[in-house]
């Protein structure tokens, strides 16, 4: 059995782009939009693209910003300037 990872974003402006980002770029991450928040849960990996939530946002974003919007998240986290990804060891 694969271990989900999770992540859970602020229901912010930066925050609702970065989930749309997630959610076109792992089809198989499911999100539970809560009233502060939106919790997103994948099997195994989850990978954030700073190029996709540049092109939602309208402006350049780097993946160290994403620390500005989370919650809470389930994994170990490798980041760099592309991107970051949430896995499990």
């Known amino acids: 059995m694969i271990k989900p990872v999770s992540i859970s974003i602020q229901n912010t ?4 782009a970065i989930v749309e ?6 089809p198989e991450a499911q ?3 809560l009233p502060a928040m939106t919790k ?9 693209r700073a190029e996709s939530v540049s092109e939602r946002l309208g402006r350049d974003w780097d993946p160290q910003e ?3 919007s ?4 389930s994994g170990s986290v490798d980041e760099d300037d ?5 896995f499990w060891r």
């Open 82 to 86: 592309g991107s970051l990804i949430i």
């Open 13 to 16: 402006q930066d925050g609702f």
């Open 66 to 68: 994403i620390h500005l």
């Open 70 to 73: 989370v919650i809470s998240l």
């Open 31 to 33: 999100s539970s939009p």
């Open 40 to 48: 997103i849960d994948c099997p195994g990996r989850l990978e954030i």
């Open 21 to 26: 980002a997630i959610l076109a770029d792992n």
